[in-house]
């Protein structure tokens, strides 16, 4: 896999039938390792190690229902009180950020009503702060660290 635009992490990695996998620390699994699986990984530890949020605030891939389709969000991050303070989508590194992307993760704020978003293909990262009142977003240069 290749290098990211993050700090280094330790990751515990198996191989199960010429395939290697990741262990997902939320899920408490192994997971499958795809480029897309390794920026996800990367992003949980940039939010357990870096900005401090606590493991238990921490959700990933779960489905959603949205305009009566499935789908599936790559990171969320809840506040004590149950809202989702963030939202993550995660692309593989060779997938460039698009307005395609910003367009995939507004739909998803919709239903969930994330106070921050955060979309990264690992390399090229973009931190947002809703403002549900104008139906857009500010960009910020970095994302709040847990309180």
């Known amino acids: 896999m290749i290098k990211l ?12 039938e010429n395939k290697v996998a990741i262990f997902d620390e939320i899920r408490k699994k192994f997971i499958l390792l795809t480029p ?6 990367h992003t949980v530890q940039f939010l357990l190690q870096d900005k401090k949020f606590p493991k238990s605030y ?4 779960k489905l959603i229902k949205i305009n009566d ?7 969320v991050v ?8 963030l939202l993550i989508e995660c692309k593989a590194p060779e997938v460039p950020i ?10 998803y704020n919709l239903v969930l009503k994330a106070k921050y978003l955060m979309v990264t293909n690992g390399l090229n990262h973009y931190f947002c702060q809703m ?3 104008n139906e857009k977003y500010l960009f910020l240069n970095e994302l709040p660290a847990h309180e």
């Open 5 to 16: 635009n993050f700090p280094v992490y330790s990751f515990r990695f198996k191989n199960s």
């Open 36 to 41: 897309e699986e390794w920026v996800r990984q």
């Open 58 to 61: 921490i959700n990933v891939e």
């Open 69 to 75: 389709l499935s789908k599936r969000y790559d990171v």
């Open 78 to 85: 809840f506040q004590p009180n149950g809202e989702i303070f």
């Open 98 to 107: 698009s307005q395609n992307t910003f367009d995939q993760i507004a739909r």
């Open 131 to 133: 403002d549900f009142e």
